[in-house]
C-alpha cells in the first residue's frame, strides 16, 4: 500500500493516442484552436443574434454559433405571433452553461436593452410598430412594445367608443408611440392615431360636400345626457338632446339605441373646428302644425305634466304642443300657493283652453275653470246676515283673514271680534288654521271680498248695560288694570268702566290699589263709544252732603235755585218734571 502512494502519473503521457492508437501526436492546443475556429466565441451578458431552429408551445430553440443550442420560453415571442423557424432573433446569453450544460438565453432581455433605443426612435420618426396587447387595466390596456409595458388608453384604441375592451386582450396590432416619461419609464402607445390622418382627408372631403338642410344616413355611436354622436361614414356629428323630438325628451335612449341607422339633417357645421350639429325631430312636420285647426278658446283638453315649476305647470295635450297652466288659474282662491301643492310631473289633467296663438306656438291653460267661480253666486251662498264657520287664514294688525271655501275669502275687523273685550291683536283672539264661527256683514262682489263679522253672533251687551248702568246709580267693581290716567274696573254686572285717579281716594283719603273690589257711582254713560266713567269718591261724599241739603230744600222748596241744584244731579225725566211744576208756578202768580 504504501509503494502505491509513491506511484505518480506521467505529465506527458497522451491519452487519445493511447486509446486511438494514433501514432500521430497532437497537441491539446491545437486541438483547442482546431475547435474554437469552427464556432462563435460567447461572452456571458453579451446580445447577439441567433437562428430559431424549432418553436413549439413552449419553447423556442436558437442557435447563436455555440457548442450548444439555447431553449428561450415561447411567451417572450407573444408579440410576434409570425415567427417561424429560420428567423433571426436577438438574444441575450444569461449563463454559457447551467448546472445541466444548458446555454441559457432570453430573448426578453435582449429587447430590452436595445428597447428604449428604438421606442425613442419610434417616436422621433412617428415610426409605426407592433405590440402584443397584455392584458386591461384601469382606463385602457397594457402592450408589449419591445418587451416593455406600455399604457394604450381605452380613448386611443379606435376612433370609435369601445364597449368591449376584453376583445382586444391577446391580440398584436400597430401603434404609434404619442408619449414617454424618460425618467420614470413610462410609455403611451395609440392605435387610433394611424387611423386619424386617413380619417382626417375623409372628413376633409365629406366636410366640404355638406349643406345646411342635407338629409344624411348615419349611425348612432355615443349617446350622452346632452346629446347623441351620429357617425356619418368618417366624420361624427352631434344631435343635441332638443332636436331629438318636438316633445320633451329626458334621456336620449328614450328616442334611439346604439349602433341605430338614422335620417339626420343637418342644421348648421363649422369647417374650421368640424363640428356638425345636426337634426332629428326636423324630418317630421311641426307638431302645432298638425294640431286640430278646430282648437278653440273655452275647448276642454287633456295631457301629461311634463314640467312643474312654483309659478305654474306646462301640459303636453299632443307631442311637441304645450300649453302652461299658470298657478293663478289652478284655484278661485286669491292666495298665493305653490303648483306642486296642485300637480306632480307624469300627472294626467284635464284643462280649459285660456288662451291659443298658432303663430307664436303658445297656449294658456286653466283647471280651476272646470269648476263653478264661487263669486258668481256669492249672494246665494252667502247673503248678509247669514252665518258659517271659517278658517282663521293670517292676521294684521286691523283684523283677520278667513277662508270660507277655496277663493271665497273674508275679513273680520278688529272691532268685530267682541262687544266688550278691548283686542290690542288678533292673536289674542285666535290663532292660525283654526275655526271661527262668523256672520256676513257685507259682500264686495267686485273685489271678491266678504266684509265678516263675529260678536254680532251674541245681542250687543250694551243694550242691556244701557238699562243697568245709569248715571248715580251704584255698582259693585274690581280694579283689575291700574294706569297714570285711572283705573279700569270690572263691574259685576258685566262690562267695564273708568275712573280716574281722583275718584279712585278711598274714605279714609288712602288710593284705592289693584284687585280691590269696592263701590263704584255711575258718573257717564256713552252707549256710542262703550264708556262708562265711574267714581268711587263719590259713593261717600254725596252721602254726607245730603243732610245738610234737605232742611235747606224744605225750607225753600219753591226758590227757583233749588230747582237748579236739583237738576244738577238728576237724569232727563227728573227735568221734565220741573219744567212742568215750574210752569204751574207761572200759571198761578
Wanted: hydrophobic fraction near 35%; aromatic fraction near 6%; charge should be negative.
Amino acid at each position: 500500500m504504501s509503494e502505491l502512494k509513491n506511484v505518480q502519473p506521467l505529465a506527458d503521457f497522451d491519452w487519445e493516442e493511447f486509446e486511438n492508437g494514433s501514432s500521430v501526436k497532437v497537441s491539446k492546443e491545437e486541438l483547442e484552436k482546431a475547435y474554437n475556429e469552427t464556432l462563435n466565441k460567447v461572452s456571458e451578458h453579451q446580445v447577439v443574434d441567433g437562428t430559431v431552429i424549432s418553436i413549439d408551445k413552449k419553447e423556442v430553440v436558437v442557435n447563436i454559433g455555440y457548442k450548444s443550442d439555447g431553449i428561450i420560453p415561447a411567451s417572450e415571442f407573444r408579440y410576434n405571433p409570425d415567427l417561424k423557424v429560420g428567423d433571426t432573433v436577438e438574444v441575450y446569453v444569461e449563463n454559457q452553461e447551467d448546472k445541466k450544460g444548458q446555454l441559457l438565453l432570453s430573448h426578453k432581455k435582449a429587447r430590452l436593452s436595445k428597447s428604449w433605443e428604438r421606442i425613442n426612435a419610434a417616436l422621433d420618426n412617428e415610426e409605426v410598430i407592433q405590440g402584443y396587447i397584455k392584458c386591461r387595466t384601469k382606463g385602457g390596456m397594457i402592450v408589449d412594445v419591445f418587451g416593455i409595458e406600455a399604457f394604450l388608453p381605452g380613448s386611443q384604441i379606435d376612433v370609435h367608443p369601445i364597449r368591449d375592451y376584453d376583445v382586444f386582450v391577446g391580440k398584436t396590432m400597430e401603434f404609434k408611440v404619442v408619449k414617454i416619461n424618460q425618467e420614470f419609464r413610462n410609455v403611451v402607445v395609440s392605435h387610433k392615431a394611424l387611423i386619424e390622418a386617413e380619417l382626417e382627408a375623409q372628413k376633409k372631403e365629406i366636410i366640404s360636400k355638406l349643406e345646411k338642410g342635407q338629409i344624411l344616413e348615419g349611425t348612432v355611436k355615443n349617446i350622452t345626457t346632452y346629446g347623441v354622436f351620429v357617425d356619418l361614414g368618417g366624420v361624427d356629428g352631434l344631435i343635441h338632446i332638443t332636436d331629438l323630438s318636438w316633445g320633451r325628451v329626458s334621456d336620449p335612449h328614450e328616442v334611439v339605441t346604439l349602433d341605430q341607422k338614422i335620417n339626420v339633417v343637418i342644421l348648421d357645421f363649422d369647417n374650421e373646428k368640424k363640428r356638425i350639429a345636426l337634426g332629428l325631430k326636423q324630418l317630421t312636420p311641426h307638431p302645432w302644425d298638425a294640431l286640430d285647426p278646430n282648437l278653440k278658446v273655452g275647448d276642454h283638453v287633456k295631457g301629461k305634466v311634463v314640467v312643474i315649476a312654483d309659478y305654474g305647470a306646462f301640459v303636453e295635450i299632443a307631442p311637441g304642443v304645450e300649453g302652461l297652466i299658470h298657478v293663478s288659474e289652478m284655484s278661485w282662491s286669491q292666495h298665493l300657493r305653490s303648483a306642486q301643492e296642485f300637480m306632480h310631473v307624469g300627472d294626467e289633467v284635464e284643462a280649459v283652453i285660456l288662451t291659443l296663438d298658432r303663430e307664436e306656438r303658445k297656449m294658456s291653460l286653466g283647471i280651476k275653470q272646470l269648476k263653478e267661480d264661487p263669486w258668481e253666486t256669492i249672494e246665494v251662498k252667502y247673503p248678509v246676515g247669514s252665518k258659517h264657520t271659517a278658517k282663521v287664514r293670517n292676521f294684521t294688525n286691523f283684523g283677520i283673514f278667513v277662508e270660507l271655501e277655496e277663493g271665497v275669502d273674508g275679513l273680520i275687523h278688529i272691532s268685530d271680534l267682541s262687544w266688550t273685550k278691548k283686542v290690542k291683536h288678533p292673536s289674542e283672539f285666535t290663532q292660525v288654521g283654526a275655526d271661527i264661527d262668523v256672520v256676513v256683514l257685507e259682500i264686495d262682489k267686485e273685489n271678491r271680498r266678504l266684509s265678516l263679522g263675529h260678536k254680532q253672533l251674541e245681542d250687543n251687551p250694551w243694550d242691556t248695560y244701557e238699562t243697568i248702568y245709569t248715571p248715580g246709580s251704584i255698582h259693585t267693581g274690581k280694579i283689575t288694570e291700574v294706569m297714570d290716567k285711572g283705573a279700569v274696573i270690572a263691574l259685576n254686572e258685566g262690562g267695564e268702566g273708568f275712573a280716574t285717579p281722583k275718584h279712585l281716594v278711598k274714605e279714609d283719603g288712602s288710593q284705592a290699589q289693584l284687585g280691590e273690589e269696592l263701590q263704584f257711582k255711575v258718573i257717564e254713560f256713552v252707549k256710542e263709544t262703550k264708556r262708562i266713567i265711574l267714581s268711587h269718591s263719590r259713593t261717600f261724599e254725596d252721602v254726607k252732603e245730603e243732610p245738610k241739603k234737605a232742611p235747606r230744600k224744605k225750607a225753600k222748596k219753591e226758590e227757583t235755585p233749588a230747582i237748579n241744584n236739583v237738576a244738577a244731579g238728576t237724569t232727563l225725566g227728573d227735568i221734565d218734571a220741573l219744567a212742568e211744576l215750574k210752569a204751574k208756578m207761572e200759571k198761578g202768580e
